[in-house]
């Protein structure tokens, strides 16, 4: 089963992802945390995308949709993965279907993890990593400018799978374990 996990900064996905790796033996593909290992490492490309990332903007497509295609041919996504933060923009959308086409790959669910603007700031003013450090962009003019973001460039991709139905929507104001339960229900209605 193959996964897609929408939704602004904050409200969720990361939390869900990590769940429905361990619940349905699913692998989960966070962007952010993928080029924040980049960072960490000083590799080429972190240190071409840090101050992307320390500003909260969007990195280039072509490294990110890079990343994502040699990443889903990994053997430890064989069973399924789920794409936590990816896509992002529009461009992003259409090329993530393009090459699950090439590859015959389906997604089986989108799901956009719904949370309002006051209880997101909120969270992540809150937020403190396994590792008891705050992530750079959990800066509060940094975390003004990932909403931002979220709303110019990444919600006017929701019609986008809207269209076709593949859509589906949880209230993630709930707390965490209502929001698994209520993706829960939208799986198994995609297994049946
Ligand atoms: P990324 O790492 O993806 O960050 P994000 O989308 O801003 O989302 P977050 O990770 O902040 O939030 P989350 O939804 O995972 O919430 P979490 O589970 O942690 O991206 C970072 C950066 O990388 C981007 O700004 C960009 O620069 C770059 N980037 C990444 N992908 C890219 C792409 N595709 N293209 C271009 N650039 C890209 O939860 C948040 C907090 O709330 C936690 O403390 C959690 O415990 C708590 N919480 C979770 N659920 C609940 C609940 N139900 N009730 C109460 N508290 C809850
Ligand atoms: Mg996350």
Redesign the pocket.
């Known amino acids: 089963m193959n996964i897609i996990l929408l ?10 992802a990590k769940r429905l790796e361990t619940e349905y033996g699913l692998k989960q593909i ?4 993928m ?2 290992a980049e960072v960490a490492a000083a590799s080429e490309t972190g240190q071409k995308i840090k101050g ?2 320390d500003e ?4 280039p ?1 072509e490294i ?1 949709i890079a990343m994502i295609e040699s990443r889903i041919e990994q053997p430890d996504c064989a069973k399924g993965f789920i794409l ?6 529009t461009s ?1 959308a259409v090329a993530l279907d393009d090459m699950l086409q090439k590859k015959k790959i389906s997604i089986d669910a989108v799901i956009l ?1 719904k949370v309002p603007t006051e209880e997101l700031v909120q ?2 003013s ?2 403190v990593g396994d590792d008891g450090t705050r ?1 750079a ?2 800066k509060p003019e940094v975390v003004r400018s ?1 909403l931002e ?2 709303e110019s460039q990444t919600k006017p991709i929701l019609p986008y799978y809207e269209k076709d139905g593949r859509l589906k929507q949880v209230d ?5 374990s209502d ?1 698994a339960h209520s993706i829960d229900t939208i799986l198994n209605a995609c297994n049946n």
């Not at 909260?56 to 990195?59: D, E, M, N, S």
């Not at 993630?172 to 965490?176: E, R, S």
Request: charged share 25%.
């Open positions: 939704g602004p900064p904050g409200a969720g996905k990361g939390t869900q966070s962007t952010g945390d080029l924040r992307l990332l909260g903007k969007l990195v497509d990110i936590d933060g990816f896509p992002r923009s992003q993890i969270r992540i809150q937020r992530r962009d959990d990932r973001i979220y993630g104001l709930q707390t965490i929001v």
